[in-house]
């Protein structure tokens, strides 16, 4: 390893140990900290896993261009499965229908039990995972060879595409959703895959762009450059996000019923507002720079496009996630930031040591078919 | 008959350059070059202005969004206020969807409609359709045009030296 990771690696067990001292303070603090970095870290590697798979039928010089970060963060899916262990061992401290008490639960909520109860839960959360690794040994087999054609692939991954949809779906219902479980909206999983898509896309572009001189490289047009291709590309994700996104708010407010709009006032009052601006202004700024074409062109345009996409995908993660479970006031945002450095810390290093060693991957997708 | 210009014919690309660039430093400005693909060289010599569509259609996008959010506010504000669901009248979420469109709507207009302004479309006729050699049966060769209003332009010279700049034909078009 060399000292940058270490040096990730030493941050990160430093949050992770300050995180299990966190945890016997308050378990049910520390754990809804923990869950939403977990979640932003898993949903990096299955945004990554949508975008190879989909490049993989439809081809083109962006993704090929983009492949290898994206190969790593679906590398790092396992270890992104595994951060959600502690939350699996606690469910009732951060999911309402997993508590002791379910006399004390809404009708509405109760009469949802036959589908939120914990063995059901771990048996979805086991499925799910289970089509994640070999969708991950799939994949990772599939794009090892640098110059693969597509076409031999396609059956696989247009099955893949289909069950890593559905895993989504009740992936993100399960573990987001029901975080409130009096709210429903059909459209919530697939904002969170185009959620996962962005981000993901966005930690691609940065990583590529801090190591290649994308805005001279050749693009899939003689006119263009690589670095424009992929800020359209990223325009692209970025616009079908906010088209999702709006779209749930629009509904609800449309519909105006107390249920559902309270998963928005939760959200907007509390200081969350303050997070709830951020998260409009970062998708807007995003989208007015991407309108025009010198920051597309240039190297720090593109990776100024990247880095507030990024930004803002995290922050979408938050806001979802932590308000339902935040209580005590901003102080206890501390165990946040533990959270966010243990998480980030391992995350990093392990991104940082793959990046440089990609043949570590093979020994990665050996264990995991084997394991 | 009045003088449009006149013309030389040139049999690659590589001549039209070459001569686009000699008649430049010779001091002529107002010229123009015509070739069956785009010689991306031309672009600098003969001073072709970098594209302002890009501003059109912003401007275009941006109008349009205002022009009907504009409108849909006055509709209910004003001209017809009506309750529905309780909901205050100027209620922003839906009507964001409906200026977006038009938006949409107004960029590709200005898009539409700028390129046709700047390129000074529609127009019949052009000077150029009455160069012999840049007619159907003779064209698709590589023409370099030196208008008459030109300040440097004297017929007997301006000939001269676009033959000595290797013209294979040189001809006068008539206004």
Redesign the interface.
Known sequence: MSRLEQGFAAVGIAGLVLCALGAPLDAKAMLGAWLAAALFALSLSLGALTILMVHGLTGGRWGEAVRQPLRIMIAMLPFALVLLLPVLMRLDLVFPWAGADSGMLPEKVREKLAYLNVPFFLLRCAVCAAIWLVLTWMVLDATSDEASSNGRNGKKLALGLILHALAVSIFSIDWMLSLEPEFTSTIYALCETSAEVVGAFAVAVLVLAARRAVEVLPGGDEETSLSEDLANMQFGFLLTWIYLVFMQWIVVWGGDLPDEIHWYIVRATGSWQYLLWLLVALPAAAFAGSLSRPPKRSHDGLIWLAGIVLAGHFVDVFWRVRPPLLSGGQLALWHDAVAWIGVGGLWLALFLFLLRRPDRIVWWKREVAHG | MSLYGVMAVFADSEGLVEAARGMRERGYRRMDAFSPFPVKELDGILEIPKTRL?WVV?AGGIAGAALVYGLIWYSVEIDYPINV?G?PLHSW??F??IAFEAGILGAAFAGFLGLLAANGLPRYHHPIFNAESFSYARGGQFYLLIEAADPKYRKGVTKGQLTRLGAEVVEEVKA
């Open positions: 890009p912003l669901g909901r979420p839906p964001v969807v």
